[in-house]
């Protein structure tokens, strides 16, 4: 697809949203006229790539929402009282304003995405095709089911769109149940499942197909603890024969800029360099701050700063950590101890425009899924294989039943590798929520996290040194900061919106 979606800049740029007050984002092209634009098939086709597009900007803050809320990464900074390092120590601390702008954007870019799927939804009947209309719209359902399972584990109850509304209904909308929001994400997906081809042509690679609309299903299923419905559907990927499996070449493959959309991507994220505005920011937003061309040109923002604590989790011999993170930097021949992310870093030629793309679902997913259901439902035996196949790839030892010998020794073990397989993927906070270990784990990480100082490498307390701007007093997270508030700009325009309880 990256083929595909490198013809539609201005398209997207259409796709904008104009105002706080639009939410729900009810028409997402008012400045064409509806009516007017979606005429027949290629016409809708190109409206299904603005939604894969779309995914662009909610990607570009939910790091913000999911791994800076984790173990994984902090602010680098630890002195900084600028506006923008106090609102990314807000959202590490679990203390997120309903003014929060991180917040705000992200909500805003999902629900103007949602948008965008209702409004192919909308126009399936110019499409003369019938295995095309099937095909958008199970594209745009997933994608839709998609946005509404992010949104439902860090918000809770949600506004349920199908259709563009008008601006008075909009302002009337209701939350529904978290219950019913996963109601509704199944019935999508599975509407998916029924309608996407079980492959493409390599012209149309990066668009979801079967495969993983079925691996997507099934980390809902695992989410509801409904294991032996997420376990077949595993099974049936997992089984496929389309050619997706584990790449077992290396770790660094998966995620190489020259091998793109490889056989363990089920789905992505994709970015494309070169100009088009369709190129990663994280390249640049990822290295560190003051760097100037030493590790990639135009130097970076010093977002996303992998946490001590992560960097000392690996075993000296994965072969997973060099791809992920970098320790220190080199200026000049001096080292500087701030380390920082690699998984999503290849050079360019401009700021912002990197080829990276962003995996979402992956092969190495599915097996650790099925052993962490097969250890749930018939004991480690069951799942050690699964373990075993991604820890070799990392070139690390296998375990064995001793090792594990119960279910509480095999979920230790797979927390762990699941956080070394996946780390700065943004799925570190989800897994962490759903196993109900992210508030133990987050606490022990506010008592426990390093601070390295940049010049010397000297270790001081990150959150625990009263001098510091990082520093946190109090060190507990309650039950309802799991939750993220919904924005002030809906609830000051929605009378009949709730707020999340505690803000």
């Avoid at 800049?9 to 006229?33: K, M, V, Y």
């Avoid at 299904?48 to 990607?59: D, E, F, I, S």
């Avoid at 495969?211 to 509801?224: D, I, R």
Wanted: overall charge negative.
């Amino acid at each position: 697809m990256k083929r595909i979606i490198k013809y539609i800049p201005l398209l997207c740029l259409l796709f904008t949203i104009n105002s706080c007050d639009a939410f729900l984002d009810r028409d997402p092209i008012d400045e064409l006229g509806a009516g007017a634009f979606y005429k027949n098939t290629e016409e809708v086709n190109q409206a299904v790539l603005a939604c894969y597009n779309g995914l662009q900007t909610t990607m570009r803050y939910e790091w913000y929402l999911t791994e800076l809320r984790s173990d994984n990464s902090r602010h680098y900074a630890n002195g900084s009282t600028a506006t923008s390092s106090k609102d990314i120590y807000a959202m590490d601390w679990f203390k997120v304003e309903t003014t929060h702008p991180v917040n705000k954007n992200y909500w805003e870019a999902v629900y103007h995405n949602i948008a965008n799927c209702n409004t192919v939804l909308q126009y399936l009947d110019v499409v003369d095709n019938a295995e095309l209309k099937k095909q958008f719209e199970g594209e745009a359902v997933f994608l839709r089911a998609y946005h509404y399972f992010n949104l439902v584990r860090l918000y809770g109850p949600l506004f349920i769109v199908t259709e563009r509304i008008s601006t008075d209904q909009a302002k009337m909308a209701e939350r529904t149940s978290v219950k019913d929001v996963y109601t509704f994400i199944e019935t999508d997906l599975l509407n998916a499942i029924s309608k996407l081809p079980d492959s493409y042509t390599n012209d149309q690679k990066g668009r979801i197909d079967i495969w993983g609309a079925k691996t997507l299903l099934a980390k809902v299923y695992l989410t509801l603890n409904r294991l032996s419905e997420a376990k077949t559907l595993l099974e049936e990927v997992r089984d496929n024969n389309k050619g997706y499996g584990l790449l077992t070449t290396s770790y660094k493959d998966v995620f190489s800029t020259t091998n793109e959309m490889n056989k363990e991507i089920l789905f992505a994220v994709r970015y494309k360099s070169g100009g088009y505005g369709l190129g990663s920011r994280f390249a640049n937003a990822f290295a560190p701050a003051n760097s100037f061309d030493f590790i990639i040109t135009a130097g970076g923002d010093g977002d996303n700063c992998p946490t001590y604590d992560l960097i000392k989790s690996y075993d000296p011999l994965d072969a997973r950590k060099s791809v992920t993170l970098a320790e220190t930097w080199s200026n000049k021949g001096t080292t500087v101890y701030i380390a920082y992310p690699t998984k999503y870093l290849s050079q360019v030629s401009t700021k912002y425009d990197a080829e990276n793309d962003w995996p979402v679902l992956r092969f190495a997913d599915v097996l650790l899924m099925l052993g962490e259901i097969e250890n749930e439902l018939s004991g480690p035996s069951a799942g050690l294989s699964y373990l075993n196949q991604i820890r070799t790839r990392a070139k690390l030892t296998t375990l064995t039943i001793n090792e594990v010998p119960n279910k509480n020794a095999f979920r230790t073990a797979m927390e762990k590798e699941r956080r070394w397989e996946f780390a700065l993927e943004n799925q570190r906070y989800f897994d962490l929520l759903r196993t109900n270990r992210i508030i133990p784990v987050m606490e022990s990480h506010f008592e426990t996290e390093i601070y390295v100082n940049a010049n010397s490498g000297s270790l001081s307390g990150y959150y625990t040194e009263p001098s510091y701007e990082s520093y946190l007093q109090k060190r507990h997270v309650d039950e309802w900061q799991l939750l993220l508030p919904i924005p002030f700009s809906v609830i000051s325009v929605a009378p009949n919106a709730t707020q999340n309880p505690g803000y």
